[in-house]
Each structure stands twice: as structure tokens, then as C-alpha cells.
């Protein structure tokens, strides 16, 4: 990205300070978004989620596997990003690795909930075929196409996005299968069963300029930023999972202020999108 | 004709079409206004071979025949036949003003990136001094370049010509060019701004300054008087230095004072999105346009962000088309 002169950075600021950033949004406003679903063919489900000029891809995957030793009653989701050289000059080669892995963990934090599974926004009993011996195992993928501020915002939509277009094929399993043996399957490839994604959650990251708050930070806000905070709000209003980036200490009284705010942008931020995901599956249908 | 995928705007059915039909009437203005010839790669053109023609820029020879090898319009200058690209990079001409971007600060020069194949070079002689004194750069000068112009900071400042090894030169002596502050800057493509008599443009009413640069950077920002440095008294320069020292180290609430009030700040916004929409369509970049496209937001009543909305998009097409198929009917 191009640096930017000091009388720049103070408009920038100056402009969040007032309540009109350089493209005429408030502080709390998101920038159009566009969903397109489907866009894989070969994948179970994918999604395009376009954020002004931010532009991120997510598919999924499903694979018949073994499920973990330690809990055998549900299936495994594995969430990994690439940030793709076309993005921004910075990626190119293994530039893009750091950005990538923060992304993956970021998300894996706020889908996932913790290594015992509790507090998931993503429902892992449902990938359960046969408990103790096979499950689905989802691979989210999700590639940076075009940077231009709040990835993790654009990701958490478009891997809403994905799995609300997923289509998990029907499983027969051949009944009287011992306790050592694989069980036979049956995998169908006409019926498809739908995921569940009522669960999943979306992320809002709020940035931090100056002594303001903003949602949806363009690359240029973002070189201004002290600190980020991103939450992870499910349709119940609950908190699914949090992260904090940048170097800037915050005040604890900050923090529950930034969380009360993202809370109440998910509620509009979850009906747009929702609203936006079905005009693209009717889109698709089409 | 763009493509409608192109504009990465969430339109609807009844948008596309509307917006559909705007650019094929556009198209059918164009047609009619000039039929130039306009070749695409591989189109013979035609020549007659007994002048010796001389074979340009975008020309190829093909079994005798002169074939384009870019797609534009064949411009013929005496014995000269070549073909001009629409949609080419940006070439400089001498007497363009261009807005640039400082990249590093080199022995006695600037290196400005402007959007072009190279970084310009802005001498430091051609670059007027703050005491305003005309002098011989000294090496002290040398040594405070930086306080004239730091990397990262916008620069408006004139075409002076090629040097004999291709580097691209500028000037900026008059007091219209110089440091750009308390603004935005904006990329368009260059093809959009095409060269006119004034590319600085003062809009009183709303105290905003304008700088529609060649090469496809456009500044938008509060208006700033032109400081005449002759002028200025001996007396008021350490006052200066002083209001300098105090910005570094003054505090938020101060900062916020002496900043750009609302009301310009809604201005620069609504131009700025203004161009946005003109460029992703493809329009001419001109002041008129501009201020017809921020005057049509302002009686729609629409939100400064709307602006970047679909439906505006659509209206601002609509516009166009209007306001061409009206200077049409005036000039015949």
C-alpha cells in the first residue's frame, strides 16, 4: 500500500472524528455487499462476498473421514486462508503467509469456540455419520482475491455464505457392521441435505482511530488504526468468540464499550446479509 | 461498451436494464458524432501505396498490406499513418499539470511517482525556495529538502520536458503548485482526463479546491490561498516556525479544531464519490460534469454514501444521456 502524507492522515482522522469518513459513511455504516453463491462448481458450497473493492472467495469441502479419538461424536472443520499474490504487491512469494495464518487462527476462534469443542458457532454432531468410526470432515477454504480492509469482516460473511449453500450428500450406511470394521457407505449423489446455519455467527471488527470507532475499515483507515477489535456475535446476540490486534493497549471499559457496539451493528449486519445470501441462492437457482 | 460486471455494483433486474439501455444510447451518440476510423488488431488500413507512406506507432507490415496491431483510431499526419490507443497508459506532454506522489528524497532532487512507466524528477531548482528568495541552491538547501517536501506527500507541479535520457522533468515555480494538504486524492484511469485550458478549479460556493491532473490523480480538497512569498513580511516568519513546532505537539481536542469544517468536509465527500461514480462509468472527467453529478445527488436527497449505491450509478448514466443527446441537438 502507498503511504500517505501527513496533511492525508489528517483528513482521514479528522474525518472519523466527525462522523464522515472519506467515502461518506458514518462511523458505523458497511460498505455495499455483494454475495454471489455457487461459484464453485466442484466444491460443496462456495461463495463470493464483495465488500466495496474487498473481494474474498470461501469454499467448502466435505470428505469422509475418521473422527478424533477424543470425541467420537462429532465431525472435524478445518478453516484455512490463503491471501492470494493479486491482492496487494506485499503478498507475493510468502509474504502473504503471516496475514494468512492470523486470519485462519482469527476465524478458527470465532467459528470454532475451543480445542473441546464448547461454544461453537458451527455445529459439529451434525457431521456425524456413524459415531466412533465416520464423520464429515469439512474443509473451509477461503482465498483473499482483492485487500482493501477488513478481511476478517468479509471471510466470517462469505464462509456464512458458503455453508448456507452446502450441500452435504446423503450417507447410507450398510446396517450389521461390527465393532472393528469400517462400515460400508452408500454415498448418494442426488440427495443432498442442507446445513444447518442458523448457529453460525458473524464477525464485526470494530477499528480504533484516534478516541472513535469504526466498522468496516478500508485499507487506508486501517494504516491509521492504534487497535482492532473483532467480535463474533451469533442471531441470539451472543458472543461466539474475540480477538484483539494491533499494538495500542485499551482501557477494559473500552473494550465493553467496543463489544456493546459491534453487538448492535451484527443485528443489522445479520439481516443484510441474510437477506443478501438468499437473493443470491434465488440468483443461482435461476 | 462496458461490461455490466465490470461496475462490481449489486444491481437488479430492472437497474440492469435501464442501465443497459443508457450505455447503448451513448453508444449511438458517439456513432454519430464522429466516424472516425477506428481499427481493432489486424484490420488492414487503408493506404495509398504509391505516397510512401512511413508506418507508425501501432502499424505492422503484412504481406504488403499495413496492418494495426493495436485497437484505436488510425491518426494520419502527412506521410505518417499510425494508430492512437483509447485506453493507453498516460504519456506526458510538456505544459501538463499532474499530481504526484513523492517516493524519495534524492541528492538535489525529488522522485515523484505520477502513474506513468518511470518517476518524474522534480529538481530542486525548479522549485521554488520558502524564504522566496531567488538564489543559487546552497548545500544547506541541499541538507533541508526535506522540509520543503517529505516522501509520501502530494505534489501538483507542471510538465517541464524529457531530458535526452528519457527521465521525465517538472517544475513547480508558480504558487499554484506545491504541497497538497488537507484533502483526498483519488486514481482514475488517465484516459478520463483529457487535456484542457484549466485543470485547477477554485469552487467558491463551497470553498473547495479541484486539481483534475492528467495523469488520471485527482485532488479534492479545502481551498487554500495561494501564499505569495515575495510578499510576506520579514516579521511574520517566526510566527510561522512557532505554529509549526505547536502542530507536533498539540493534543487531539486541538487538533480537531483547526481541522476542516463539516460542511466542506461534506462537499469534498460528495465530490469525491461523485468522480468515483463517473470513472467506474467510463464518463469524461470535467468540472461540468462533476458538479451536475454532486447537483443531481443533492435534489435526490441522497445520503453522501448513496452515492456509491446502484441506483444512483443508473440515475447518473441517465443524466449523461440526457445531457449529450442535448448538446447534439444544439450543435445540428
Redesign the interface.
Known sequence: M???????K??I???I??D???????RL?Y????VETGVIPQANGSARI?MG?TDVIASVKAELGKPDLFQPDKGRVIINVDCSPTAAPVFEGRGGEELSTELSVALQRCLLGSKSGTGAGIDRSSLLVVEGKLCWDLYIDGLVVSSDGNLLDALGAAIKAALSNTGIPKVNVATAASADEQPEVDISDEEFLQFDTSGIPVIVTLTKV??HYIVDATSEEESQMSSAVSVSVNRNGHICGLTKRGGAGLDPSVILDMISVSKHVSEQLMNKLDS?ISAAEADEAE | MRELRDL???LNQTQKIRLRRALLQLQELACKMNSSASVTVADTIPVNHEDGVLKGHGTSELDGEVVATLCGIVERVNKLVYVRALRARYKPEVGDIIVG?VTEVAPKRWRL?INFSQDAVLMLSSMNLPDGIQRRRTAVDELNMRSIF?????ICAEVRGFQHEGSLHLQARSQKYG???????LTVPPYLVKRRKQHFHHLERIAVDLILGCNGFIWV?EHVEARDNMVEDQETKPEQLNSKLNRISMS?EE??RI??P?ET??SI??I??AV?VLSSLGFSLNVEVIMETVELSVSLNL???E????EFCVQTAEREVERRSSLSKKKG
Not at chain 1, 20 to 26: A, E, I, Q, V
Not at chain 2, 150 to 154: G, I, K, Q, R
Open positions: 502507498v503511504g500517505l502524507s501527513v496533511g492525508e489528517h483528513f482522522q479528522g474525518g472524528a466527525q464522515l469518513r472519506t467515502d461518506g459513511r458514518k455504516t460498505r455495499p455487499i455483494s464483495r473493492t484516534g478516541r443478501e | 462490481q455494483l449489486p506522489r511517482e517529505e516522501e509520501s506527500d502530494v504541497k497538497l494538504e488537507r484533502g483526498q486524492l480538497g487531539l487538533q480537531e481541522c476542516t463539516l468536509r461534506q465527500c460528495r469525491v464519490n468515483r445520503d453522501i454514501h452515492m456509491l449505491g446502484a
